[in-house]
């Protein structure tokens, strides 16, 4: 009776480890792909949706109604149609005529208060104001500057204590509610500059803030604040946030150059907005060292996780003619 020897047991066990070795080999590597190309879709996912939002925005930067804010004149700071007569009264009339405003990345939060207490330190901040889009007619005159105004419906549910602003197209200004009459008339806290009347609207307020900041599980977050309440996380692992600005240095609504925050002298003199996020994989799924740049500096990090820079520029729609 024939039976196997010791040396075809030891080649048929050499053989099988063999085969046994290619397959994991071969199962590794297809893990490491999936995972990879899983991060990847993951990162063009959240730049798709980032960049999104903050277009959405961007494109309302400045929206007073009818009246545009290119008839601002840039050259003359008093002559604002978009405010009281005393700026001090009211700062977020001036905020609103700006529409865009950054601010530099720096070791401590250099955006608009309330600090947030998760800032990343070094990334840039990106403010934008506009009137919301749920407006509102105005049915009538008031009876008075100080007077209620009278309103039909109110979409945005505005109530008492809300920033609002009212334009007729020559003018618009900002004020505070003092009292809302369910759907049929809002009150100022305070005399307007004028009697509105038929032909008015009103709106909301929105002030957004846009900044980088550290989730709970210490991850790099993009995050947008609006009206000064708690910050909302909008996407995971965005890690930076670089701004440049395209400023309009002699009046005739054509980008000059552009700029970083601390270089731009007149923020009624930006017409475009360049945004650039750096978003990064969520596991360590590159092979070494995977380097990137913005605004023509290059950046190696120290991690071997994937990474993508977004860069999309916004013209600001309502400063333009």
Do not use: H
């Not at 840039?124 to 008031?142: A, F, K």
């Not at 000059?256 to 994989?281: K, M, P």
């Amino acid at each position: 009776m024939l039976g196997i020897t010791l040396v075809e047991l030891m080649v048929a066990m050499v053989i099988g480890l063999i085969l046994l070795v290619a397959i994991a080999y071969v199962y590794m590597g297809n893990r490491q792909t999936f995972r990879a190309l899983d991060d990847f879709s993951r990162v063009q996912e959240n730049y798709r949706y980032a960049m999104d939002q903050v277009g959405v925005d961007m494109r309302m930067a400045g929206f007073t109604g009818c009246v545009n804010v290119s008839s601002i004149d840039a050259a003359n700071p008093a002559n604002i149609p978009i405010q009281p007569p005393a700026i001090a009264a009211n700062p977020n009339s001036l905020a609103l005529a700006t529409a865009v405003q950054g601010y530099s990345g720096a070791g401590a939060w250099p955006g608009p208060a309330p600090a947030p207490a998760n800032y990343v330190a070094g990334t840039d901040v990106l403010r934008i104001t506009t009137s919301s889009g749920q407006g509102t007619n105005v049915t009538g005159p008031m009876p008075g500057a100080g007077g209620a105004i009278p309103i039909n419906g109110n979409p945005a549910n505005i109530s008492a204590g809300a920033t609002i602003v009212i334009s007729d197209c020559t003018t618009a200004e900002i004020f505070s509610a003092g009292a809302v009459g369910g759907t049929t008339s809002v009150t100022p806290s305070a005399a307007l500059s004028k009697i509105y009347s038929t032909g008015a609207e009103i709106f909301p307020f929105l002030d957004t803030v846009y900044f980088i900041g550290s989730n709970p599980a210490g991850n790099p977050s993009l995050y947008r604040r609006q009206n000064g309440a708690a910050a909302e996380e909008l996407v995971e692992n965005v890690e930076r946030m670089v701004l440049r600005f395209g400023v309009d240095t002699n009046n005739d609504y054509a980008i000059d150059n552009y700029s970083i925050a601390t270089a731009v002298g007149n923020w009624r003199q930006v017409l475009s907005v360049r945004v650039n996020l750096v978003f990064r994989s969520n596991n360590a799924v590159a092979t070494g060292t995977n380097s990137y740049t913005v605004e023509g500096v290059a950046t190696t990090p120290a991690d071997s996780r994937l990474r993508q820079v977004a860069t999309a520029t916004y013209g600001i729609r309502n400063r333009l003619p």
